[in-house]
């Protein structure tokens, strides 16, 4: 027995009395999150935001749409920054 089998071999046995559906997989999670909390306009959702971050002692800087700077790399390693940060905007 290898190690990869052996490793497996520990899990399923750790597993082994856990409850699962016929497929032998584990039950699905319902995903129903909201999509909306409360009626906040789209600064005050920023300033929550912000406030969260803030929270787990991130540095923020907050600027405007135009002054957001070009990103440092490859546009394929940055493209969800430029889509969530410049609208309109995607990865060339």
Same mark, same amino acid.
């Given at each position: ?12 046995? /750790?597993?082994?009395? +856990?409850?699962? *559906?016929?497929?032998?997989? %584990? !039950? ?29 002692? /991130?540095?923020?800087? +907050?600027?405007? *749409?135009?002054?957001?700077? %070009? !990103? ?21």
């Amino acid at each position: 027995m290898n190690s990869r089998e052996l490793t497996l071999t520990r899990i399923r046995q /750790a597993l082994g009395d +856990r409850p699962h *559906n016929g497929a032998g997989h %584990e !039950p699905a999670v319902a995903r129903d999150y909201a999509h909306e909390h409360g009626n906040r306009t789209h600064e005050e959702t920023v300033d929550l935001l912000v406030e969260t971050l803030q929270d787990y002692r /991130a540095v923020v800087h +907050r600027t405007t *749409n135009a002054r957001v700077p %070009e !990103p440092p790399g490859p546009p394929s390693q940055t493209a969800g920054i430029i889509q969530g940060c410049r609208p309109g905007r995607t990865a060339r």
